[in-house]
């Protein structure tokens, strides 16, 4: 059972990039999240989703967009890369209960 | 906006001791309550869990005690091990299935041989 896997785990872009990070999950659950964690910072949240076709906004959407065509997947897009968005990306997913966290991915944007 | 918070950024404490770890919360409307354990490197990993309904609950070398009338929350591990040392973190969301996980900025505790 693999659980929440997140791709890539580490990417660096330049000003002005875009990219998508890519997260799928195996639990067939209803509710993924995308979390960024500054250092030495707790996680917050960016956007989250309560089922396929259904996204809205958490704490810090700016900059971000999302997509959820189906259960497994919640890729996170970044249009035009800025410097404040060099952070670690956790995605998550839950049913009932405790939320299962991906590996992460470590972007930095130069 | 509502916000979770610790009281301790750094905790260091001897193999053997119990530790323990606390963090405030804001939110009244907060029904549940996560610690998480995260190793450098790695994902957060879901530690114990408390329901608003509960005072205490407790899992293997772990204790997590709520306080609703102050907004408090501890973990509490009993005979700490190196393989504790880790940040943790608690997190509240006002619901157990879809949780929009409000997270406090994390205490790293270090475990001394």
């Known amino acids: 059972n693999a659980g929440v896997t997140q791709t890539p785990k580490f990417r660096i872009l330049k000003i002005g990039q875009s990219m998508t990070l890519q997260c799928t999950q195996d639990?067939?659950?209803?509710?993924m999240y995308w979390y960024r964690q500054d250092p030495g910072m707790g996680l917050k949240l960016i956007y989250y989703?309560?089922?396929?076709?259904?996204?809205d906004k958490g704490e810090v959407p700016n900059g971000y967009n999302v997509s959820r065509s189906t259960t497994e997947d919640f890729p996170l897009r970044l249009e035009l890369a800025a410097p404040s968005q060099t952070s670690v990306y956790f995605c998550?997913?839950?049913?009932?209960?405790?939320?299962?966290f991906g590996q992460g991915t470590r972007l930095t944007v130069v | 906006g509502e916000s979770v918070g610790l009281h301790l950024p750094t905790l260091s404490v001897q193999e053997g001791d119990n530790s323990i770890i606390n963090c405030a919360y804001s939110?009244?409307?907060?029904?549940?309550f996560i610690w998480y354990k995260q190793e450098s490197g790695k994902g957060p990993q879901f530690i114990i869990d408390?329901?608003?309904?509960?005072d205490k609950r407790q899992g293997q070398r772990v204790t997590v005690l709520l306080n609703k009338t102050v907004k408090h929350l501890s973990l509490q591990i009993a005979a700490t091990q190196p393989g504790d040392s880790a940040v943790y973190f608690c997190?509240?969301?006002?619901?157990?299935?879809?949780?929009?996980?409000?997270f406090g900025t994390g205490t790293r505790l270090l475990v001394s041989p």
């Open positions: 998550a997913s839950s049913s009932q209960g405790e939320a299962f």
């Open positions: 989703s309560v089922g396929a076709g259904i996204t």
């Open positions: 639990m067939n659950h209803n509710y």
């Open positions: 939110n009244s409307a907060s029904d549940y």
């Open positions: 997190a509240e969301s006002e619901n157990t299935g879809f949780q929009k996980l409000v």
């Open positions: 408390i329901r608003s309904n509960m």
